[in-house]
């Protein structure tokens, strides 16, 4: 009987638990569909499209979505590149300097983007740097670079050194190892590189809204607030419909990458024979 209650208690605490999560969830599914929707959560008397049917426009969603893409992509291209080629050495040559340096990378990944944005405004201003987006893009890349990074060589330790030992038997150099020998075994670990940084470029908003100056150069994170108009007029409708739109392409990328991730890192018995 203790052990029921005890069981019966702890169903209970993680039903209210995911209760918290299911209705912030609920009322965008139903505002999306709901012609007078508003703040509180509730059925639409007559279901209709025409909040998406709003939103759906190259202004509205098709623009800010592209710029989305580049911004993310291009974040995420240059994090999985710089990652894998600062990775390489910590993980495979050992000198009492990698703790320090890994622990200095440690430090960066806890220091909040918004404190050094004033600087680095000063920065782009005085470069002319403003409105650009390859420097958007290399700026944000710097910012998830030392989780990346981290996350790079964790998956890197698991590929046997032995392997490349064998390669540079038969005359390989470093490059041709790291490209032919150890990128391949740790795709899987590449992938949930480029899709935990992709992420969270897709969602930041604070550093393209202070960097890109024109409107049509912003992604739709920064565009998503032009639904909140003036003197609390919000089109919670639209809202909720671009809301679901805007999260479209990460759930698209995260379906594609994972069925195409497969057991790519499964590297039972690689060294026999």
Not at 37 to 59: C, D, H, L, Q, R
Not at 159 to 188: C, F, I, K, Y
Not at 241 to 251: D, G, H, N, R
């Amino acid at each position: 009987m203790r052990r029921f209650r005890a069981r019966l208690g702890a169903d209970i605490a993680l039903a209210l638990i995911g209760l918290c999560f299911v209705a912030p969830l609920l009322w965008l599914l139903l505002a999306a569909v709901d012609p007078q929707a508003g703040y509180g959560t509730k059925v639409p008397s007559a279901p209709s499209m025409i909040n998406f049917t709003a939103v759906m426009t190259p202004e509205l969603l098709g623009r800010p979505l592209l710029n989305s893409l580049l911004l993310s992509g291009g974040t995420a291209l240059v994090n999985v590149l710089v990652a894998v080629l600062a990775a390489y050495p910590l993980s495979r040559y050992q000198s009492r300097f990698n703790k320090p340096f890994m622990y200095t990378v440690l430090f960066g990944t806890s220091l909040p983007v918004t404190a050094i944005m004033v600087p680095v405004y000063g920065l782009f201003v005085q470069l002319q740097l403003l409105d650009s987006m390859a420097a958007t893009i290399f700026f944000m890349a710097t910012t998830t670079l030392p989780m990346a990074m981290w996350m790079a060589k964790s998956f890197m330790d698991a590929v046997p050194l032995e392997l490349e030992e064998a390669a540079w038997m038969d005359g390989a150099s470093a490059l041709v190892t790291l490209r032919t020998v150890v990128l391949p075994l740790m795709r899987q670990g590449l992938a949930v590189v480029f899709i935990v940084v992709f992420i969270q470029a897709w969602g930041n908003f604070f550093v393209p809204f202070i960097l890109l100056l024109s409107i049509g150069k912003q992604p739709a994170a920064v565009s998503i607030f032009s639904f909140f108009g003036q003197h609390g007029a919000i089109a919670y409708g639209q809202l909720a419909a671009f809301s679901i739109l805007y999260s479209v392409p990460v759930l698209v990328l995260y379906a594609v990458v994972s069925r195409g991730m497969g057991n790519s890192f499964a590297m039972s018995g690689a060294m026999k024979g």
